[in-house]
């Protein structure tokens, strides 16, 4: 299965306990432009991945490529993508990086921010980009974890 998720959290107990097993994923890919250039974070953060499961750290304008060279058909890759914003996905998306469902996990709470849901909360520019994603019907699936009913459907 492939799977892309937005968690500002990026790597932690719900992804390592919940998405991993859920997805069946063999590779997790951390797609974020300030960890795929410090060696440290993603060797500690590598700590938490379970030892069958390839870590990856990519920046993500080199997204789509690092995922097309490892399978064309991304039906059949047990991959799990983590981006820590929106913005990020759209420019995987933008990119080339295809997918039809995008899990919205967390993102936290700030200063002009409107929540959605308890886990979820946006600012204008957030809804801008989760609007884009409607409007190229990629479905989104407001959840923390797997075994709970999609909390929010938005209609942008």
């Not at 002009?112 to 980009?129: F, P, R, T, W």
């Amino acid at each position: 299965m492939f799977w892309a998720r937005i968690d500002n959290r990026l790597v932690h107990g719900q992804v390592i306990e919940s998405w991993i097993p859920f997805t069946g994923a063999k590779i997790l890919v951390v797609a974020n432009d300030e960890l795929a250039n410090d060696i440290l974070q993603q060797e500690i953060m590598s700590l938490a991945i379970p030892q069958d499961v390839e870590p990856h750290f990519v920046a993500v304008e080199d997204l789509s490529r690092f995922v097309s060279e490892r399978k064309s058909d991304l039906d059949d890759l047990d991959i799990l993508v983590l981006f820590a914003s929106c913005q990020d996905a759209k420019r995987a998306f933008d990119r080339g990086l295809a997918f039809h469902r995008l899990n919205v996990g967390n993102l936290h709470y700030g200063p002009g921010k409107k929540q959605l849901c308890a886990h979820v909360a946006v600012s204008a520019e957030d809804e801008s980009c989760l609007h884009f994603f409607s409007l190229r019907g990629v479905a989104l699936d407001f959840r923390c974890i797997p075994t709970v009913p999609i909390q929010v459907r938005p209609t942008w």
